[in-house]
Every structure is written in structure tokens, then in C-alpha cells.
């Protein structure tokens, strides 16, 4: 039984708990088991297992929330950052907005003396190190929420009105551009495995040459306590690394999923968390073409989930775009005026 349960305020739940739900497993059909133990027979206090020691088995019942909706939830809560206690509202692109350059986060500068339309986001690396390190990569809040609006708008629109032009142009680009991509995870994943391999090889031959006395007892331990590291780090490394290889495979048949999202939303008015982290995985800003100016050329690049980043704009009656290089090299330029 709870002893500290207040029935009194059923709804009343603690940061905690909910943190606890959004962290849970089960909630995907899983169950995961052996997360305890104790100290002994006789010390009954519980001990949580390291996750190598936890048992997961997969599909076990009918999941509550998908799997798209779980990776969201995660990384929210990754990038998850607090706002200053004079400022009421979160950043609505926290997590998302990134330096094209330095590939860090971009932080919003906000103040009480600053007006709203005047909160401006800037490259964590130069605010913390300086123009030795990155440069500032300043945008005001007020035009990034513009320019993604309106991409988000016209890539759902032709998504839902030209279903086959934007399938076929999606198409194209993954089999372009997610074919080198799978090809060089399968590439790392593959010298991975061969690394644990030789460990093996390498660590039983060291154990023979010690029982043989061609190896001393120091050398062994030290020889083996690298062996082993560098086992371990490749043992939690192999599963992250499968696990983007199955993402990667399976994000080139999504386009589907992305039309079906566009359905859902057919009239986007305004920029909400949970529209930006259902179309889009991450956005970067590049810097101004020319230093100190407002009004010079800075590109935008919006990646999109599901379907990536789309490089050339589709007008009503056009054909799936051509490509002109590779997608990844494509940036949406945009004018802003301040």
C-alpha cells in the first residue's frame, strides 16, 4: 500500500510521477522486467539494475501511444530548458533551432526591457566563447516564427492538394540522399562488430600467453582492463547504431505518414509546440551574408520529419522539383528586414 497517497486531490500529481509516465516503456507495448534487486537475502532494501542487466521483451500487449509520438515526447524532454522567471512563456523552438555553422543550439536573449517583437536568438557557442569560436547567427523570434509558418503552410498545402507530385519528388530525394546515408551507417556498424570481434580474439590469445607465462600478471591486467573498456563502450555503441540504421531504413517509405499529418491540419493559423515537433525535426540558421546588416540575405533550413528538408519551393501546377545538387547542400534563402 501507498502510505503517502492524499485521495483528497486524486488529480493532484507530482512532477515526478508524470516524469515517471513519460519515461515508461509499457506505454509502447513493452515490458521490461528485472529493473530491481536487492542487496542480499537479508537486506531487503531495493537497488535499481543497470539497463545491460534489465530484461526487454518487445510487443507484449497493444501500445497506448505510437512510437513516432514516444521519440517526440523524448526529445522534448531532452532539450527540455526552463524559462526565466520573468518570462511566462517557454521558448516555442526549444530543441529545434540550431547553428548551421557550429551545429550547437541557438539561445533566445530575452529581457523585461526588451519588447516581444525584439526577442532575438543567437548561437550558443559564440555567447559563450566569442567570435573565436562561432559567429552570432542573430535572428529575431518574431521572423523565425514567420518564415517557418509560412514553409510549414506551403509544404502541408501541396502535401495534401498534389499527393502524387509530392510523393514522387520525396521518393526521388530519399533514394538519393538516405541511400549514402544508410550505406555509411551499415559501413560503421560493420567495422564495429569486426572491432568486437578481434577484442575477443585479442583477449583470449593475452589469457593463453598469461597461463603460458609469456605474459606477466601486470601486463595482463593492464592489457585486459583496455580490452575490456573498449568492449563495453562498443557494447552499448552496436544497439545505438542499429537502432539509427533501422530509423534510417525505415524513414524511406514516411512520406506517407507526412501527407496523412497534413490531412489532419488543414488550417495552420498559428506556430504551437506540438505542431513544430509533429512536422519538424530541426531547424537551421545560417549567417547573414553580410556582417552588421539587417537586411542582408540568411538561410533558413527547415528538416522536416518524415520527409527531410525540401529545397525548392512547389508551385500550384508543377511537377515534382528537379534537383540540382545534393539535398543535404540545399538552403531555403530568405530576405529578412528588420
Same mark, same amino acid.
Given at each position: 500500500?501507498?502510505?503517502?497517497?492524499?485521495?483528497?486531490?486524486?488529480? @493532484?500529481?507530482?512532477?515526478?510521477?508524470? /516524469?515517471?509516465?513519460?519515461?515508461?516503456? %509499457?506505454?509502447?507495448?513493452? =515490458?521490461? @522486467?528485472?529493473?530491481?534487486?536487492?542487496?542480499?537475502?537479508?537486506?531487503?532494501?531495493?537497488?535499481?539494475?543497470?539497463?545491460?542487466?534489465?530484461?526487454? %521483451?518487445?510487443?507484449?500487449?497493444?501500445?497506448?501511444?505510437?512510437?513516432?509520438?514516444?521519440?517526440?515526447?523524448?526529445?522534448?524532454?531532452?532539450?527540455?530548458?526552463?524559462? &526565466?522567471?520573468?518570462?511566462?512563456?517557454?521558448?516555442? +523552438?526549444?530543441?529545434?533551432?540550431?547553428?548551421?555553422?557550429?551545429?550547437?543550439?541557438?539561445? $533566445?536573449?530575452?529581457?523585461?526591457?526588451?519588447?516581444?517583437?525584439?526577442?532575438?536568438?543567437?548561437?550558443?557557442?559564440?555567447?559563450?566563447?566569442?567570435?573565436?569560436?562561432?559567429?552570432?547567427?542573430?535572428?529575431?523570434?518574431?521572423? $523565425?516564427?514567420?518564415?517557418?509558418?509560412?514553409?510549414?503552410?506551403? %509544404?502541408?498545402?501541396?502535401?495534401?492538394?498534389?499527393?502524387?507530385? +509530392?510523393?514522387?519528388?520525396?521518393?526521388?530525394?530519399?533514394?538519393?540522399? $538516405?541511400?549514402?546515408?544508410?550505406?555509411?551507417?551499415?559501413?560503421?556498424?560493420?567495422?564495429?562488430?569486426?572491432?568486437?570481434?578481434?577484442?575477443?580474439?585479442? +583477449?583470449?590469445?593475452?589469457?593463453?600467453?598469461?597461463?603460458?607465462?609469456?605474459? =606477466?600478471?601486470?601486463?595482463?591486467?593492464?592489457?585486459?582492463?583496455?580490452?575490456?573498456?573498449?568492449?563495453?563502450?562498443?557494447?552499448?555503441?552496436?544497439?545505438?547504431?542499429?537502432?539509427?540504421?533501422?530509423?534510417?531504413?525505415? @524513414?524511406?517509405?514516411?512520406?506517407?505518414?507526412?501527407?496523412?499529418? /497534413?490531412?489532419?491540419?488543414?488550417?495552420?493559423?498559428?506556430?504551437?509546440?506540438?505542431?513544430?515537433?509533429?512536422?519538424?525535426?530541426?531547424?537551421?540558421?545560417?549567417?547573414?551574408?553580410?556582417?552588421?546588416?539587417?537586411? /542582408?540575405?540568411?538561410?533558413?533550413?527547415?528538416?522536416?520529419?518524415?520527409?527531410?528538408?525540401?529545397?525548392?519551393?512547389?508551385?500550384?501546377?508543377?511537377?515534382? &522539383?528537379?534537383?540540382?545538387?545534393?539535398?543535404?547542400?540545399?538552403? /531555403?534563402?530568405?530576405?529578412?528586414?528588420?
Amino acid at each position: 500500500a501507498c502510505n503517502h497517497l492524499d485521495t483528497t486531490r486524486p488529480y @493532484s500529481w507530482c512532477g515526478k510521477t508524470v /516524469a515517471n509516465i513519460l519515461e515508461n516503456i %509499457v506505454y509502447l507495448g513493452h =515490458t521490461l @522486467s528485472m529493473k530491481h534487486t536487492t542487496l542480499s537475502y537479508k537486506n531487503k532494501k531495493q537497488i535499481k539494475r543497470p539497463e545491460s542487466e534489465q530484461i526487454l %521483451v518487445k510487443n507484449t500487449h497493444a501500445p497506448l501511444v505510437s512510437q513516432e509520438l514516444w521519440e517526440i515526447v523524448q526529445e522534448v524532454r531532452r532539450h527540455k530548458r526552463r524559462p &526565466p522567471k520573468h518570462m511566462e512563456e517557454p521558448n516555442l +523552438f526549444s530543441g529545434l533551432a540550431y547553428c548551421s555553422d557550429c551545429g550547437q543550439y541557438l539561445v $533566445l536573449c530575452r529581457t523585461e526591457k526588451m519588447r516581444e517583437d525584439q526577442y532575438y536568438f543567437r548561437c550558443s557557442t559564440y555567447g559563450k566563447r566569442g567570435k573565436d569560436a562561432c559567429t552570432p547567427h542573430q535572428i529575431r523570434e518574431v521572423d $523565425l516564427k514567420q518564415i517557418v509558418l509560412d514553409d510549414l503552410r506551403r %509544404v502541408t498545402h501541396f502535401a495534401r492538394m498534389k499527393e502524387r507530385q +509530392f510523393a514522387e519528388y520525396i521518393n526521388q530525394k530519399n533514394t538519393l540522399e $538516405l541511400r549514402r546515408e544508410i550505406n555509411r551507417v551499415q559501413k560503421e556498424l560493420d567495422a564495429m562488430r569486426r572491432r568486437d570481434g578481434e577484442l575477443s580474439a585479442l +583477449f583470449k590469445r593475452l589469457y593463453e600467453d598469461n597461463v603460458l607465462g609469456r605474459v =606477466t600478471n601486470e601486463q595482463f591486467r593492464m592489457l585486459s582492463a583496455d580490452y575490456n573498456g573498449e568492449q563495453k563502450e562498443l557494447e552499448s555503441a552496436i544497439p545505438a547504431k542499429e537502432e539509427q540504421l533501422e530509423r534510417l531504413k525505415a @524513414s524511406v517509405s514516411n512520406v506517407d505518414a507526412f501527407i496523412e499529418k /497534413a490531412k489532419q491540419y488543414t488550417a495552420i493559423d498559428e506556430l504551437t509546440p506540438q505542431l513544430l515537433r509533429l512536422f519538424i525535426q530541426r531547424i537551421e540558421i545560417g549567417e547573414r551574408t553580410k556582417k552588421h546588416s539587417r537586411s /542582408a540575405g540568411q538561410s533558413v533550413r527547415i528538416v522536416y520529419r518524415d520527409i527531410g528538408a525540401l529545397d525548392t519551393p512547389m508551385r500550384e501546377g508543377d511537377h515534382a &522539383p528537379r534537383m540540382t545538387k545534393e539535398i543535404t547542400e540545399k538552403e /531555403a534563402i530568405i530576405r529578412l528586414l528588420a
